[in-house]
């Protein structure tokens, strides 16, 4: 089984993630989700292999997850659902699958445990945090 990520290229952690992923001798397969969309299967899937609920996997901040009122603690997880299904940005990302499991890489130091081998270092994230120094160590 390859690495896929379900990505935004849009988004900094989405990019972080992928660039480890990619340091680390992988070719991951990138799904860029807000053109596919999602499927329910799909999601359920991925939110049961990775511990997830439609509510700890909605993206709260830059979607419309506020205007829609999914925020309210009264929404029930199938309106979320169903809200991710139509609106695919309200799910947070980036969601790694590897042999080594299935995660939701925020922060994207995550991903880490998810490679059978970690990337050379130094490697930083894109905001310069230090992620792996020069002898290969995890920082994190």
Request: net charge negative.
């Amino acid at each position: 089984m390859s690495i896929v990520i379900h990505h935004n290229p849009g988004c900094g952690t989405s990019r972080n993630v992928l660039a480890i992923i990619e340091a680390s001798g992988e070719t991951p397969v990138v799904i860029e989700y807000l053109q596919t969309g999602w499927t329910r299967p799909q999601l359920l899937g991925l939110f049961a292999a990775a511990g997830l609920t439609p509510r700890n996997a909605l993206r709260t901040t830059k979607s419309p997850a506020e205007e829609l009122g999914l925020l309210d603690p009264s929404v029930s997880e199938e309106t979320i659902l169903d809200a991710m299904l139509k609106h695919p940005v309200l799910v947070n990302r980036p969601i790694v699958c590897s042999p080594r499991g299935v995660r939701l890489c925020r922060p994207s130091e995550a991903v880490l445990d998810l490679l059978d081998r970690l990337p050379p270092g130094p490697m930083a994230k894109e905001d310069g945090t230090p992620l792996i120094d020069k002898e290969g160590n995890r920082l994190d």
